[in-house]
């Protein structure tokens, strides 16, 4: 008696969701950036994808809750970085 396993997708079909995945991801992002936020959204995915990554999964959990009704400005996403990015820490050496 041998169990039967579901299928396991091939790699080909793996890429293939991830590129449909990136690429929605891209026209929510064109939906509710302006261009030069979107242009500083993608200036700083080279410099620090995490912090990136983390202001588009807020922006299009905004979006589709409604709570973004038009394109963000430039403006307005140095706001949102401000409230997203974490603080520095700061180091303080003292001499004795």
Not at 5 to 10: A, D, L, M, S, T
Not at 49 to 59: F, G, I, S
């Amino acid at each position: 008696m041998s169990v039967s396993q579901p299928p396991q997708p091939n790699d080909e079909e793996v890429r293939r969701r991830e590129a449909e995945a990136a690429a929605m991801r891209q026209r929510v992002l064109q939906v509710v950036l302006d261009p030069q936020a979107r242009q500083r959204l993608m200036n700083i995915r080279l410099v620090k994808p995490d912090l990136a990554m983390n202001v588009e999964n807020y922006l299009i959990t905004a979006a589709s809750s409604g709570r973004i009704n038009r394109p963000l400005t430039d403006e307005e996403l140095k706001q949102l970085l401000l409230r997203i990015q974490q603080p520095k820490k700061e180091f303080r050496f003292e001499r004795r």
